[in-house]
């Protein structure tokens, strides 16, 4: 159900998705490059590609890419930019990143950008990342982070409803999102699938209410409740969402997590 929901979603949207500045010139992108340093023999993977900017990234640094969607529209979008940008060494295909159609230890590197919160199982995509990665292979996860606690107590409680408020505000403008883990929670999955976590880092990234709606084609009764999500929100999910007012203007901040692993060693 949640598959063909993202199918859905994504598909009516994916040209949005060439263009748009988080996706196509976050500060996360280049990050990305400085962090791995990709060597020219690496195979590469790059899971839920959209508009294929992460793949790109990579592209010129490595052998060749995979890069693979749920979502068939995506598929020309990211092959138009690669033309564009005089990009020759990245394959473009269809693929489950629950269920990836590839042999054991095929990769040297898997990455996945700002999409793992739109999968059903997030377990499930780090045991694949795994078996297709080889023995010391990295694992490149750059998604969206919400505050929550493995902890317990008053101040816990209070990190993980406002974690649960800022998913709810991110499901009503996009039906397909799933769930955005915090931090805790993706160093747990990092190291359930066999992954030493070598680095991580929070930034938080402003953006553009307007713009962010407009994105997804959002109804506009549900915009109007996207707003008074921000007006009212209780203190704990304010404080993370930083809402800020100009007249009929509003931006607020999500933030992202970059993390990476090394695989089996």
Not at 217 to 246: E, K, N, S
Request: proline share 5%; with cysteine.
């Amino acid at each position: 159900m949640r598959k063909a929901q993202v199918q859905q979603q994504f598909g009516a949207n994916a040209a949005a998705y060439a263009t748009s500045v988080v996706h196509a010139k976050g500060t996360s992108l280049a990050r990305l490059v400085e962090l791995i340093q990709p060597q020219p023999e690496w195979r590469a993977l790059d899971v839920a590609t959209a508009a294929g900017h992460t793949a790109h990234a990579f592209a010129p640094h490595v052998a060749r890419v995979v890069a693979t969607d749920l979502t068939p529209e995506m598929l020309p979008v990211a092959a138009r930019l690669a033309r564009e940008k005089g990009i020759g060494n990245v394959w473009l295909g269809m693929a489950d990143a629950e269920a990836l159609p590839f042999a054991a230890a095929s990769f040297d590197l898997v990455t996945c950008r700002i999409a793992a919160h739109h999968f059903g199982d997030a377990g499930r995509f780090m045991a694949e990342a795994a078996r297709v990665l080889r023995p010391g292979g990295r694992l490149a996860v750059v998604d969206n982070v919400v505050p929550g606690s493995r902890l317990h107590g008053k101040k816990a409680r209070q990190l993980r409803d406002a974690g649960r408020y800022v998913n709810a505000f991110e499901k009503l403008r996009d039906p397909s999102h799933g769930r955005c883990l915090s931090l805790d929670e993706w160093q747990e999955q990092f190291t359930a699938a066999g992954f030493t976590l070598v680095h991580q880092e929070v930034e938080g990234k402003a953006l553009d209410f307007d713009d962010w709606v407009a994105r997804m084609q959002v109804l506009p009764a549900d915009v109007v409740r996207l707003r008074v999500m921000l007006v009212q929100a209780p203190a704990g999910a304010a404080g993370f969402l930083q809402p800020v007012f100009t007249g009929e203007r509003i931006t607020f901040t999500l933030a992202e997590a970059i993390l990476v692993g090394r695989y089996g060693i």
